[in-house]
């Protein structure tokens, strides 16, 4: 168990050397991450370690505090801030510095570095209107281990199942042993450089975007006003800073403002800060131009799920069971065919000709939905011998949004010339035979309940 005296010295110290702010109740993390390095070191226990803390040892520092470092990424993270890029600033920097043709992008605690190469694979898409550009991304973290990772672009299934499209899988990486590597293409756009957000940032340069995202959260009020500050003095009027969906800059920087409408991406306040045109991000955040998978020019396909995709983009109705023994044919919603009455048969659809044994097979039945794609016919088979001389018919049945779900088929039983027990389709009549019992159709609304298989 750990001092409290040692336990106020490594916070000190670790806010010190990172800005990483550790309150008493992290005591139980600080031991948890602190032990194995004590372990590797050959030290007994953690009044040892922090002994040689105490006396100095600069290559246990660097230990300690890259082992507190957070290091929590994943591709894509939390999309808006990739839509946002590639919907606003992006075309906006194409606009704006059509003459200079030069874009400079920082990940300021990149860590593994998948952010950095989302990035690098949004530009690779618009690689066509940024012919002759200069484009430099910089990832820098705290962390020289994490970043030896980033570098190499190694990554596990774990991970690049986690925010990374199977699309962009396919084109970028390549499985190498039980883990996949991001092309060298995409590794050669980015920059990556050790760097501590608590030294001067001068060094670095200007940069017209500037990622910060997830690190802030970490620093009390004062070290993040300096660092939002410094980052502000590093970028032109027109430049862009994204931060973290739990961060913000209100009450604590006046160098940022938000952008209009929009959470996690912020202006320079500054007199020189343009307006940009929001309405292809609103399009996308209101699901209108994604609903389909839809990409603006050059841009990425970030489909949504299939339940979570708007009634517009699925209209196709019930695809009706293929007839035994036979094809069925594609019939129109809500239609039906007409037998004389006492033929035997009843209301139908599309039915196999006349002739074809109805006690050995039923007749196929197509329903389809409003756009009627692909629909075939519904039969059973009917024992032979079963009870009445007309089969027991569906006829189609219309349904705009989701499937149809029916009853057990019964068999007639009337003793009047071709009595059958039957369902009507929507729309259509139902000319039975004398004894015929007639069920309307029940039908299941999908867009309320998802999409369930249909029976069989």
Not at 14 to 38: N, W
Request: glycine content about 12%; overall charge positive; proline content about 5%.
């Amino acid at each position: 168990m750990m001092k409290p005296d040692d336990f106020e010295f490594v916070s000190r110290l670790i806010k010190s050397k990172s800005g990483l702010v550790l309150s008493q109740d992290k005591t139980y993390l600080l031991e948890s991450r602190l032990m194995p390095i004590a372990r590797k070191r050959g030290l007994k226990d953690l009044t040892e370690l922090i002994g040689t803390l105490r006396g100095g040892d600069r290559n246990l520092v660097e230990e300690v505090v890259d082992a507190m470092t957070t290091n929590e990424s994943f591709f894509f993270r939390d999309t808006k801030p990739f839509d946002q890029f590639r919907h606003v600033v992006l075309p906006h920097m194409i606009k704006t510095r059509a003459s200079k043709k030069h874009l400079r992008i920082w990940c300021a605690a990149a860590s593994s570095g998948q952010e950095p190469y989302s990035l690098a694979m949004i530009l690779d898409e618009f690689k066509s209107q940024l012919a002759g550009w200069r484009i430099d991304i910089v990832g820098t973290d705290i962390s020289r281990d994490i970043l030896t990772k980033a570098r190499a672009g190694l990554y596990s299934q774990f991970e690049v199942q986690r925010g990374l499209p199977i699309g962009l899988l396919v084109k970028y990486f390549q499985k190498k042993e039980d883990q996949w590597q991001i092309s060298a293409d995409i590794r050669s756009k980015v920059q990556y450089k050790e760097f501590n957000l608590l030294e001067d940032f001068r060094p670095l340069g200007q940069f017209d975007v500037v990622y910060c995202r997830n690190v802030l959260i970490y620093f009390d009020q004062p070290t993040k006003s300096d660092v939002l500050s410094r980052v502000s003095a590093l970028m032109p009027d027109d430049g862009f800073l994204f931060l973290g969906g739990a961060e913000t800059v209100l009450g604590i920087s006046d160098k940022f403002k938000p952008l209009a409408r929009q959470r996690g991406i912020y202006q320079l306040n500054r007199p020189g800060a343009p307006e940009v045109d929001l309405t292809a991000l609103e399009k996308v955040q209101a699901g209108a131009a994604s609903a389909a998978g839809a990409a603006a020019p050059g841009g990425l396909a970030f489909q949504k799920p299939k339940h979570m995709q708007t009634g517009a983009a699925t209209t196709t109705g019930t695809t009706a069971r293929p007839a035994v023994g036979t094809t069925g044919t594609t019939g129109t919603a809500g239609t039906a065919t007409t037998r004389p009455a006492g033929s035997g048969f009843g209301t139908t659809s599309t039915q196999r000709p006349l002739g074809t044994t109805p006690s050995t097979t039923r007749p196929g039945t197509t329903g389809t939905g409003s756009t009627g794609s692909g629909a075939t016919g519904s039969a059973f088979s009917r024992p032979s011998g079963s009870t009445g001389t007309g089969s027991t018919t569906r006829p189609g049945t219309t349904d705009t949004t989701g499937s149809t779900y029916r009853r057990p088929l019964g068999t007639g039983t009337g003793a009047g010339a071709g009595g059958t027990t039957q369902r009507p389709g929507t729309g259509s009549s139902n000319t039975s035979g004398s004894s015929g019992t007639t069920r309307p159709s029940t039908t299941f609304d999908r867009s309320r309940f998802g999409k369930p298989d249909d029976k069989k």
